[in-house]
Structure formats: structure tokens, C-alpha cells
């Protein structure tokens, strides 16, 4: 796979697992574009990697057009099947963006625990059980800690939503996340 489709199937994989759908770059998606600017000034200084770094802002140029695009007809989907008015778009795009770093913080804490569980277990080793055993710890914690922000989300979207158009949002956005770490899982887009 090319870097420029990598980027751009990260770029599909970040907008689509993300709930902040009506609200511009997140915060995550902003320090990875800052990371990857860094290491390609990094890797400019040297002559032969300046086709790198074109490459790299080719695929940071396409993956914020691709990154706006979905967002754009993501926001539009769930305006239209949620039956938002004006109001409750603008509230939803705001309490978004509110929880929009804890939630990306807490996704990438459990991917790494994941990851590193996925690791642990794969060498069948004994001596690696202590190690396990304070990943799985780990991820229970994380798990908690995203619940606890889903019910503070869920308690602010109750100001502004009804129950349907609250039932029909968290469908419509697990239903995201499952399609997207079904192809996270199957190699399609990267590993998330």
C-alpha cells in the first residue's frame, strides 16, 4: 500500500471512528498532522528525502479534503435522520467538540493497550502473566472511563434530544464504530 493511500485510509478511518461528526478537525487528527509535518521538515534536511516529503504533503492535503468531505456528508446523514433543527445542530456540534478530546484520549489509550495485550499473549509465555494481567487492568479502566464519559454525554444530549433522536444517535454511531473496526480488522484502511 502506497503512503498516500495509507494516509488516505487513515484519514476515512480517524473521521469515520469519530462521534464529533459535525464539528471541523479534531483535536487528534490536528497533532497527527503535526506529527507528520515535523517528521517530514525532520526528513527534508537531507536531499533525498525532499520526494518524501512531497509525498507526505500530498497525502496531508488529500487526507484534510477527504477528512472535510466525510464530515461534511456525515453531519448532513445524521441532520437528516435525527430530524435536528438549527438549534439542536449547533448544540451537537458543540457538545461534540467538548468531549471530542477525552473521547479520542480514551480510544487510543485502549488501541495501544489492545495492541500491547495482542503482544503479551502471542508469545504463550508464563512470565508474561503479571504483565497481562496489569494490561487487562488497564483496559477495564479505560472501558470505565470511556462509560463514564458516554452517560456525561448522554445526560447533556438528554437536555437537547429526545429519546428517539438520542436512541437513533448512539445507533447510528456504534454502528460506525463496528463498521470501521470490521475493517480495521480485516486490513482494509490500517490498523486503528
Do not use: W
Not at 488516505?8 to 464539528?23: E, F, Y
Amino acid at each position: 500500500m502506497t503512503l498516500m493511500s495509507r494516509g488516505i485510509a487513515l484519514a476515512i478511518a480517524c473521521v469515520l471512528c469519530l462521534p464529533p461528526v459535525l464539528h471541523g478537525q479534531d483535536a487528534g487528527s490536528a497533532r497527527e498532522a503535526a506529527r507528520l509535518r515535523r517528521e517530514a521538515r525532520r526528513e527534508a534536511s537531507t536531499p533525498q528525502r525532499s520526494e518524501l516529503q512531497e509525498r507526505n504533503k500530498a497525502a496531508l492535503a488529500e487526507r484534510a479534503r477527504v477528512e472535510g468531505t466525510l464530515r461534511t456528508a456525515l453531519a448532513r446523514t445524521v441532520r437528516e435522520r435525527l430530524a435536528l433543527n438549527d438549534q439542536q445542530a449547533v448544540r451537537l456540534m458543540e457538545l461534540n467538540r467538548k468531549f471530542s478530546d477525552d473521547r479520542t484520549r480514551l480510544i487510543r489509550e485502549e488501541r495501544h493497550i489492545r495492541r500491547e495485550l495482542r503482544q503479551s499473549i502471542a508469545g504463550r509465555d508464563a512470565s508474561r502473566a503479571p504483565e497481562t494481567a496489569r494490561l487487562l487492568d488497564g483496559l477495564l479502566e479505560v472501558q470505565r472511563e470511556r462509560l463514564d464519559l458516554q452517560q456525561k454525554e448522554q445526560a447533556q444530549l438528554s437536555e437537547f434530544l429526545s429519546p428517539e433522536q438520542r436512541a437513533r444517535y448512539i445507533g447510528m454511531m456504534e454502528q460506525l464504530r463496528r463498521r470501521i473496526q470490521a475493517r480495521a480488522d480485516s486490513g482494509e484502511g490500517g490498523r486503528l
